[in-house]
């Protein structure tokens, strides 16, 4: 079986990029070597889900689990995902900034209009340095929104079924990462099983070729399932279990704040009524986060379903090839069958996002991303 995929690499290399920050020739030569030993691993009839007995000594997951794993991590690789890397940084970069403006901005207060010393902090000298921080902050959010726009215009002009608020939604959203993730596997799965179609569709395609064929698409199933697993498994664990957190301080703050005004004076009482109005912003946003992470959810599930049912069949399709040699024209799938089972529509935030939270949207997206 292995030498048709050197002919089918041959081929490859000559394929075009899709929804990757690396080229399509770099994942297939990472990616082609481990789902072959997830295909050995299933003709050899064990059972992928069990450990070995020095796995089981050393707390390792199954061979299988841990080739899955790695296939997944390589073809997960996307622009989105280094764009949404870029955004965290700059937003750690610029967060940055802003706290040193506002100590600077407190020297103000005591510094003085000039000194005899040159390197003392004057009034003129920290506005400067202000002007200057604020001037590095807007040409930090101008390059990640120009590399925005690049990075769309590049998923647009390969056709992907992507808009504008659902990229803005992947930057945006605690699970973009996932969302990204998933998007980045379903098309370069779609791109190898588009190229491996391609020459079965030839007068003199061999059984060996299509055994090649259904060992890859069944593997290509399987990561395709636990990239859905990853992204519920996230929701399920981190950021729904944050979102509740989130809320709760905010109640807390929110009720406390509200035990103040009995008494309080004019101006406590003014404070106290926008931490109330603050802390009620938090909550609905979390609210909608919420709204947000539970249709993601079902919807992964409804994914989920339907690839675990793809991934069995193609076991069961994979077995039956290595034992008969009467099935090669069976095995033409059209382009919609690909996209009926790798095509992954990421979500649009604008369905549920009330722009009046944006701030507050932003500041949960940055709290459930913390210690990722």
Request: glycine share 2%; aromatic share 6%; with cysteine.
């Given at each position: 079986?292995?030498?048709?995929?050197?002919?089918?690499?041959?081929?490859?290399?000559?394929?075009?990029?899709?929804?990757?920050?690396?080229?399509?020739?770099?994942?297939?030569?990472?990616?082609?070597?481990?789902?072959?030993?997830?295909?050995?691993?299933?003709?050899?009839?064990?059972?992928?889900?069990?450990?070995?007995?020095?796995?089981?000594?050393?707390?390792?997951?199954?061979?299988?689990?841990?080739?899955?794993?790695?296939?997944?991590?390589?073809?997960?690789?996307?622009?989105?995902?280094?764009?949404?890397?870029?955004?965290?940084?700059?937003?750690?970069?610029?967060?940055?900034?802003?706290?040193?403006?506002?100590?600077?901005?407190?020297?103000?207060?005591?510094?003085?209009?000039?000194?005899?010393?040159?390197?003392?902090?004057?009034?003129?000298?920290?506005?400067?340095?202000?002007?200057?921080?604020?001037?590095?902050?807007?040409?930090?959010?101008?390059?990640?929104?120009?590399?925005?726009?690049?990075?769309?215009?590049?998923?647009?002009?390969?056709?992907?079924?992507?808009?504008?608020?659902?990229?803005?939604?992947?930057?945006?959203?605690?699970?973009?990462?996932?969302?990204?993730?998933?998007?980045?596997?379903?098309?370069?799965?779609?791109?190898?099983?588009?190229?491996?179609?391609?020459?079965?569709?030839?007068?003199?395609?061999?059984?060996?070729?299509?055994?090649?064929?259904?060992?890859?698409?069944?593997?290509?199933?399987?990561?395709?399932?636990?990239?859905?697993?990853?992204?519920?498994?996230?929701?399920?664990?981190?950021?729904?279990?944050r979102l509740g957190?989130?809320?709760?301080?905010?109640?807390?703050?929110?009720?406390?704040?509200?035990s103040l005004l009995?008494?309080?004076?004019?101006?406590?009482?003014?404070?106290?009524?926008?931490?109330?109005?603050?802390?009620?912003?938090?909550?609905?946003?979390?609210?909608?986060?919420?709204?947000?992470?539970?249709?993601?959810?079902?919807?992964?599930?409804?994914?989920?379903?339907?690839?675990?049912?793809?991934?069995?069949?193609?076991?069961?399709?994979?077995?039956?090839?290595?034992?008969?040699?009467?099935?090669?024209?069976?095995?033409?799938?059209?382009?919609?069958?690909?996209?009926?089972?790798?095509?992954?529509?990421?979500?649009?935030?604008?369905?549920?996002?009330?722009?009046?939270?944006?701030?507050?949207?932003?500041?949960?997206?940055?709290?459930?991303?913390?210690?990722?």
């Open positions: 079986m292995r030498p048709a995929l050197l002919l089918l690499l041959t081929i490859l290399l000559h394929a075009q990029p899709v929804f990757a920050a690396r080229t399509f020739v770099d994942i297939w030569d990472d990616a082609v070597p481990l789902l072959h030993d997830g295909v050995d691993i299933i003709a050899s009839g064990e059972d992928p889900s069990e450990r070995s007995w020095a796995e089981a000594l050393t707390f390792r997951d199954p061979k299988f689990q841990r080739i899955v794993s790695e296939c997944f991590a390589i073809l997960a690789d996307s622009q989105a995902l280094d764009l949404i890397a870029s955004r965290d940084a700059t937003r750690d970069e610029i967060a940055a900034k802003r706290h040193k403006i506002a100590a600077l901005q407190q020297e103000l207060v005591s510094a003085p209009s000039s000194h005899w010393n040159p390197l003392k902090a004057t009034r003129s000298s920290l506005q400067e340095d202000i002007a200057g921080l604020r001037k590095e902050i807007a040409d930090l959010e101008h390059g990640l929104e120009a590399d925005k726009e690049r990075i769309f215009a590049e998923i647009s002009a390969r056709g992907l079924p992507v808009s504008r608020e659902q990229l803005e939604t992947m930057l945006s959203a605690a699970d973009g990462k996932d969302t990204a993730s998933i998007m980045a596997v379903a098309e370069n799965i779609s791109a190898i099983q588009r190229s491996i179609e391609s020459q079965l569709a030839a007068p003199d395609a061999s059984v060996e070729l299509l055994q090649t064929y259904t060992g890859i698409y069944m593997m290509c199933n399987k990561v395709y399932v636990y990239a859905l697993q990853q992204a519920l498994q996230q929701i399920d664990s981190r950021y729904l279990g957190k989130i809320r709760k301080e905010a109640s807390q703050l929110q009720e406390h704040a509200r009995s008494g309080a004076e004019e101006t406590d009482r003014k404070i106290l009524e926008v931490n109330i109005a603050a802390n009620q912003r938090t909550l609905d946003a979390v609210d909608l986060y919420n709204q947000y992470l539970s249709r993601q959810k079902k919807h992964l599930q409804q994914l989920l379903q339907r690839a675990e049912k793809s991934f069995k069949v193609a076991v069961n399709t994979y077995r039956t090839v290595k034992t008969s040699s009467d099935l090669l024209g069976m095995m033409h799938t059209s382009e919609a069958d690909f996209s009926r089972i790798f095509a992954f529509q990421p979500p649009d935030l604008s369905l549920l996002y009330d722009a009046r939270l944006r701030q507050e949207f932003d500041d949960i997206t940055s709290r459930l991303r913390a210690a990722e």
